[in-house]
């Protein structure tokens, strides 16, 4: 093996690797290049004459704030991990892993450099018109393929075992379920947003709400989920989409993966202009009807549980996944507007008064999924009531 205890990568020492790896020929000159645009791990961009490669290396810390947050190198082997099984369920939509080191703690994968960050595109106006399939299928493939209906119970234990992945979920509980309803250090809002922000502290019912929710998050063990399924962990084009990030992997609820990527559509409508958002209510029924097809395909195919038959069985559980989806759609729109990780979509609106109201728009109409999902059971009634509240 190259070397087995951890160091960080530079470009000079990511190029020697992969040429060690025998991912390249030896004779073959290489450009290296820190390409990551993320929040807590270096992506090195490496090309050769012909072929080229991605090296993902965790930190010890997360790189957007430094050395004083120091975060588990684990994370690596749970995203290599996870990106294997999401392969094998649903390889078109997989980056291809060709080499992993837990100790290292990279994964080495390939290159979608031809493909575009979805979050980037939508806000430069692409539509994608394939991204709600191929997320739906992929959703309903990975989760169906690692849950209770697919595995015996104890494979799917084992399997759940491996990845409870508790510093990243720590994560998730502060800064999705907790932090914004509080007067927390790591909130992050503008001074004008205070009003609005002071009255969501104050407004126990939203509280007990997000309380239920992050409940379900703390115990649900449906399915191996992504766990970060924001349209920034999305690469696409015209015709192709790649799911990427997978380091928060854990075992929660169905409805999670889903319910980020509709809020993350939601808040990129929120900063179109009115007659460029239909596409983006497109995407949230398809996502949902896909979701919905292929997990039903895949129950009525592979289902050998007892009940799998019993009737209404199926059609309770979808609707139960819905409306808790509808709940963490709510509460990913209120932790991006005012929480620690903000979107691009909403924060990169020049103009004062129409960011502002972008941002009310996303707490008012997030707290209102959050309080009353339990009155949803269709996407088209959802996106009705959100073109009905902007
Ligand atoms: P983080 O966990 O730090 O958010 P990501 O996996 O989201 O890291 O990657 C950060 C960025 O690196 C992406 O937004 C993209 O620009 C680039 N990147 C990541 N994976 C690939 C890949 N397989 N091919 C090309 N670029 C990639
Ligand atoms: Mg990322
Ligand atoms: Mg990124
Ligand atoms: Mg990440």
Redesign the pocket.
Known sequence: MFMSSYQSLTIDSAAALVKKLGLFDESESLTSNE???????Y?F?IKGTDNSV?V?QALPYA?VVGESWPLTLERADIENRALRIQGTFSPHYT?KVYYSDKDLAITI?????HLE?ARTGLINGQDYPHIARHTGEFIARTLYGTSDFALGPQEKKKLQHTFSNPELCDITEGLVFTDPFFDAETNDFEEALRPEVESLWGDNELKLHAAQLKRLFLTSGDALLHGDLHT??I?ASETET?I??P?FAFYGPFGFDIAHFTANLLMNALSRAENRREPLYEHVTTVWNVFTQEFTRLWQENNTEAFADTDGYLEWLLDDVFKQATGFMGLEMIRRTIGLAHVKDLDGIEDDTARLQAKRRSLSIGAHFVKERASYSSAEQLVAAFKEAV
Do not use: A, R
């Open positions: 390409i990551g645009d993320g929040n807590l791990n992506v961009h991605i993902k790189k980056p994968m390939e290159d979608l450099s960050i920034g962990s690469f790649k990427i990030d380091e």
